[in-house]
T-cell receptor, first 113, second 112 residues
Framework: GQNIDQPTEMTATEGAIVQINCTYQ??????LFWYQQHAGEAPTFLSY????GLEEKGRFSSFLSRSKGYSYLLLRELQMKDSASYLC??????????????FGTGTRLTIIP | KAGVTQTPRYLIKTRGQQVTLSCSPI?????VSWYQQTPGQGLQFLFE???????NKGNFPGRFSGRQFSNSRSEMNVSTLELGDSALYLC???????????FGEGSRLTVL
């Protein structure tokens, strides 16, 4: 089984930087994903890490440390539209054909002017 | 390219009834997953289908079932509805092994 922890809520200022942390415990790690979900909308894919290190995609970066069971999502130059829930998800297992993701409960990020 | 389509978007049922939800994945995607989303529990995995076979199953009672058709469209069924089944049911499709899921807008079920 898996246990995924992330903060419930965070607040940050427009134009600033925010880091959302995620810790996990799993018996067979096979990838960590970040999804963004605006209120009333479907989650959308942001990033994927399977090896240790930093993955950068525009204003968003995601970091992974497999030995520590730790990831973070870094959002730079925050905009009001970044107000959303950010979901950390872990894929477990190495068998062919495993698309099961276990999600954390999400971090609701509020951007203030 | 059309996204993941779920029907119906909203529905209201009473306890004891059953419900069937439908999902049409993105063309070419053979993997379809179902998730239940509630404010307290977040996204909970229900099951995943690939080429008409259930590959993974979450920890939900047998009242929750699903299937996938040869054209990759999928349905999930919940029988003997309980109040606690009120939730947003999300379907997601993916290219196999990528882990990147494309979610539909969801079917919001209210059980009275």
């Amino acid at each position: 089984g898996q246990n995924i922890d992330q903060p419930t809520e965070m607040t940050a200022t427009e134009g600033a930087i925010v880091q959302i942390n995620c810790t996990y415990q799993t018996s067979g790690f096979n990838g960590l994903f970040w999804y963004q979900q605006h209120a009333g909308e479907a989650p959308t894919f942001l990033s994927y890490n399977v090896l240790d290190g930093l993955e950068e995609k525009g204003r968003f970066s995601s970091f992974l440390s497999r030995s520590k069971g730790y990831s973070y999502l870094l959002l730079r130059e925050l905009q009001m539209k970044d107000s959303a829930s950010y979901l950390c998800a872990v894929r477990e297992g190495s068998n062919f054909g495993n698309e099961k993701l276990t999600f954390g409960t999400g971090t609701r990020l509020t951007i203030i002017p | 390219k059309a996204g993941v389509t779920q029907t119906p978007r909203y529905l209201i049922k009473t306890r004891g009834q059953q419900v069937t939800l439908s999902c049409s994945p993105i063309s070419g995607h053979r993997s379809v997953s179902w998730y239940q989303q509630t404010p307290g529990q977040g996204l909970q995995f229900l099951f995943e289908y690939f080429s008409e076979t259930q590959r993974n199953k979450g920890n939900f009672p047998g009242r929750f079932s699903g299937r996938q058709f040869s054209n990759s469209r999928s349905e999930m069924n919940v029988s003997t509805l309980e109040l606690g089944d009120s939730a947003l049911y999300l379907c997601a499709s993916g290219r196999d092994y990528s882990g990147e899921l494309f979610f539909g807008e969801g079917s919001r079920l209210t059980v009275l």
